[in-house]
């Protein structure tokens, strides 16, 4: 089988942008080494409209939000699963400032934050001592059906190498991309935060960014909603488990789970749930995170046959449906890619 380019990594990123190729036409092969623990299999797979704790819009969410829908729709009818589900998120208030916030927000605002108290309808499950707000429309994508679905589809078509890539196995020259013997015209990494190891783009501004989540058993929480106190939220997992998550921790000492937020976030949660909770799994991950906070898509200026579609820190969800889309129409139809995102924006640091 020949194929026209190579991908390596099938996270999020490697997969949305592998399906939009392929719809375009394009002989793909993806080579990915299955880490059970990458950013995208860890992930809460939540899209969240504001940012912060002053919930400001996220950038560009006007036309991520429908975007994300479209693309996520779609692959769910070709899976034969919703896998996009369209919620809300309940913010339950940590503090009367922390209300006032919402509340100040929301008359700024509206078009996401219903600063509306539903408390009532939660109490028997969360103390809510200084009510709710509700954040809407939130998503919530089940990644894990996503990846399992493309990874057996990939396979199963010849189109996956499941090994671990080396830039020593592979020659880059300007006209094409050999690897274990396969001419191809190029070679796109998606390899999530590996890349910030990778010759031809660690002069990026990466900043890792550790996240850790609890795996819980909530018996009788309804799972058509998504919970937030502070920086910690519930949202459905599988099996009928929820993901009770994440933190961001720049400076740490291991990437593997720590007590201390086991236990951190326990103590959350016996002080905010009224039922009983256990917890099944603990698990942690590094977001391929940038002091940018925009993406990096593209060919690199200088090595115009190996592009890079990463960076997505903490917000992949909502992002990489729309720049996948973007950077495949780049590479079949020559369209352009919006300069905030574009890896040209680093030509000089590229050069070094
Ligand atoms: C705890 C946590 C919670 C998060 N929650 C959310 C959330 O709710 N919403 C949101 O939008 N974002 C969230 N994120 C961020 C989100 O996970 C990322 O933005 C996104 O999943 C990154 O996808 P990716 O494909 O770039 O990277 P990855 O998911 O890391 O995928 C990279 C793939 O490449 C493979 N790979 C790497 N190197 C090689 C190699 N040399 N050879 C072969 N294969 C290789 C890896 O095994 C992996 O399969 C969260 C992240 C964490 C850690």
Redesign the pocket.
Known sequence: MEFDYLI????????LLARQLINAGKRILV?????PD??????????NPVTGKRMVRSWLIEELLPAAIEEYSAMGKEIGEQVVHITDIIDCHTSSDDKMQFYTRASVDNEFLNSEDQAGEFQDFFHLPFGTGQIKPALHIKIGTILNYWRARLSDSGMLAK????LEHCQISHGSVIWNGLKTSGIIF?????ANANPYFHMLPWSKD????LIVSIPGLPDNHIYRHGNISIAPWNDGLFWV??SHDWKYETTAPTDVFRANTISILDKWLKVPFHVVDHR?????ANFDRKPFVGFHPHAPNVGIF?G???????M?PYFAKQFAANITKGTPIMAEVSIVRYKKILSR
Request: glycine share 24%; proline share 2%; net charge negative.
């Open positions: 390596v990594g099938q996270g999020l990123c490697g997969t080579i990915d080494d299955g880490k990458a950013s995208s299999r860890v992930a809460g797979g939540l899209i090994e671990t890539f080396n998606c390899d999530g935060e590996a550790k996240g850790e989540v998550g994440a942690s991950s590094l977001r391929p990463n997505m820190g903490g917000k992949g969800f909502s990489a």
